[in-house]
């Protein structure tokens, strides 16, 4: 119960109505002061206060001066007397209570562990639950202690059943690969079976995040979702279970030492490694979405930034261009006739001329597209690793229509992996992708992804296009290979 009470509060809540009145006739001095607070802390707890500290201090004063009686009776309150056990029993038959047995504690602890334990962790709110339960059902609930106790047995008893549960659904070949996991036993290459190299189980690898951006984290998270997926696990594991579990459960997990899940015996151990596990395969799946959109955007930074550095040392701004444009048109009007040599240098200077012609030439166009050969250059030979893991380690999913020209952009993609390209892949000629659906302000120029058909070449054979290596064409388009596919993909994702 609350402590502080405004005197609105306590005029609202704790004064005496005239059927309470009518209870004190019989009764005079502490005696009567004391029936008075039971009586008014009854009915606002549904329960009787322990001791006298649970008692208001602006309570005492409010009703001894309705009762007529000094407050300082209050202190002369024999809490262990006859007559406070008169004053109780009393009391509970005029609000209609019992008090609460022991069958009644049974069925509460019974209630509380198929009911609230899987979707409440908070005991403080379980508890809250069961008084009010009681109050409900107009019994007296226990000691303040003893509800304490009463939720930690039904919290208990949910944790055994969740336990038992979760392990019964494993398959003894998933239990004995979570046994692997934080196993010491050495494997057939002189390895410990959980190990990952450098001494680290795979156990502490799976709860790291990834080391950095780059190409090694991603291809790691890759391997690290493969384990995760060979476990092998039910998908309607935790189905019915609520998230605020399953979240808690691999909370506690991630604090975990193998030593301490190697020691653990029973079904606790599988259970946290199953929820870490169930969890950390959402995570990986997200994290991987997030590291490669990350390198795709730091692989265009960094063409972006080589760009500027070539068009840095390239370009040199002209200061004046307009005075120097109208001496060389003023020239030119005065000399028609004259050569560029004699009538155009002497007023800019070659150098100037090359300057201004540099100048124009870089415009955003030029730039774009220059960041795109180095952004495919540098992708082709290095990060097209990534392509073919993460292609087979997500399933990508879309059911926006508008986006169906990427998913089946990405299906082509899947059924060529296992071409090599070095001895130089090509699609079918009947291989067909449709326009990239994204605005152009997301890439200037537009790319969209023509149709592989063949075409016919300047001898008159036909030539479908390469997989690897081709350039895009004059009008912006993408054709069908790997990276161009890939990188028509990302800019949407960025």
Not at 456 to 480: E, I, L, N
């Amino acid at each position: 119960m609350r402590q502080e009470w405004e005197p609105e509060d306590l005029i609202e809540v704790w004064t005496l109505l005239e059927d309470d009145m009518g209870r004190l006739r019989n009764k005079s001095g502490a005696n009567r002061l004391g029936f008075a607070v039971f009586l008014k802390f009854f009915e606002v707890e549904a329960w009787f206060p322990e001791d006298a500290g649970e008692v208001p201090a602006p309570v005492v004063p409010y009703l001894a001066q309705q009762v007529k009686v000094p407050a300082e009776e209050w202190a002369a309150c024999d809490w262990t007397s006859r007559a406070i056990k008169r004053h109780r029993v009393e009391i509970r038959e005029a609000y209609g209570f019992r008090i609460c047995s022991e069958e009644d504690q049974a069925q509460l602890a019974e209630w509380l562990a198929a009911e609230l334990c899987p979707v409440e962790l908070s005991r403080d709110r379980l508890a809250e639950a069961v008084v009010a339960r009681c109050r409900k059902a107009h019994m007296e609930p226990s000691a303040p202690g003893q509800v304490a106790r009463l939720v930690g047995s039904a919290v208990s008893t949910f944790v055994d059943r969740f336990c038992q549960t979760t392990t019964g659904r494993l398959s003894a070949a998933t239990r004995s690969r979570l046994d692997d996991l934080v196993s010491e036993d050495d494997g057939p290459d002189g390895e410990e079976k959980g190990s990952v190299g450098g001494g680290q189980t795979f156990f502490t690898e799976l709860k790291a995040d990834p080391a950095g951006l780059g190409l090694e984290s991603l291809l790691g998270e890759i391997t690290k979702l493969h384990r995760v997926r060979n476990l092998d696990m039910p998908p309607e594991l935790f189905a019915d279970v609520s998230e605020k579990q399953v979240a808690a459960w691999r909370t506690r997990a991630s604090k975990e030492y193998p030593s301490d899940l190697r020691a653990a015996k029973g079904p606790v151990p599988y259970t946290l490694l199953s929820t870490l596990c169930h969890v950390r395969q959402t995570e990986l799946t997200d994290t991987l979405v997030d590291l490669f959109i990350q390198l795709v955007q730091k692989i265009n930074t960094r063409a972006e930034k080589k760009v500027e550095g070539e068009f840095v040392k390239k370009l040199r701004r002209v200061r004046g261009k307009e005075g120097i444009l109208l001496r060389l048109a003023e020239a030119a009007v005065a000399q028609p006739q004259g050569t560029v040599r004699k009538v155009i240098y002497p007023v800019a200077g070659e150098y100037t001329l090359k300057a201004l012609a540099a100048e124009a030439k870089a415009n955003e166009a030029r730039y774009r597209a220059r960041v795109r050969t180095v952004l495919r250059s540098s992708y082709s030979n290095h990060w097209r690793r990534m392509l073919e893991p993460l292609l087979k380690a997500l399933e990508l999913k879309s059911n926006n229509t508008v986006y169906r020209p990427v998913m089946d952009a990405i299906d082509l993609l899947k059924r060529y992996l296992d071409q090599p390209i070095s001895e130089g892949a090509y699609f079918e000629a009947a291989e067909k992708v449709g326009r990239c659906p994204w605005p152009p302000a997301l890439h200037r120029p537009r790319p969209r992804c023509r149709r592989s058909s063949a075409r016919t070449g300047p001898r008159g054979r036909d030539r479908s296009r390469q997989v690897a290596g081709r350039r895009p064409s004059s009008d912006g388009s993408w054709g069908s290979s790997h990276h161009r596919t890939t990188r028509c993909i990302s800019d949407g994702a960025s």
